[in-house]
C-alpha cells in the first residue's frame, strides 16, 4: 500500500487537492474447485477514523498508460 498527493499518467498529471490518492496491490486467489464471480465496484477503502467508504478505480496493470480494469470478473477454480 502506498499514498500521493498527485498520480502521473500518461503525459499527464492529477493532484489530489485535499485528498490523496492511495495505491493498494491486490492479489486475489480461488482456493476453490468452482469458478468465483468477482465484482471490484463492491470494494472500497474505509476511514477508520470517520467511517466514511471510498469507492475505488481498479487497473490491470500500472503502467504509463492504465489498463482499466472490469468491474465484474470471473476466476477460475485453484487460480490467482
Not at 499518467?9 to 464471480?37: L, P, W
Not at 465496484?41 to 489498463?67: H, M, R, W
Request: glycine share 4%; no cysteine; hydrophobic share 40%.
Amino acid at each position: 500500500m502506498s499514498s500521493a498527493s498527485q498520480q502521473a499518467t500518461g503525459n499527464s498529471r492529477i493532484v489530489a487537492k485535499g485528498y490523496t490518492f492511495v495505491s493498494v496491490k491486490v492479489k486475489v486467489t480461488n482456493k476453490t474447485n468452482e469458478t468465483i464471480d468477482i465484482d471490484f465496484s463492491e470494494v472500497s477503502l474505509l476511514d477508520l477514523v470517520n467511517k466514511v467508504k471510498y469507492p475505488g478505480s481498479f487497473v490491470y496493470q500500472a503502467t504509463v498508460v492504465a489498463i482499466p480494469a472490469k468491474n465484474k470478473t470471473s476466476l477460475g477454480p485453484q487460480k490467482v
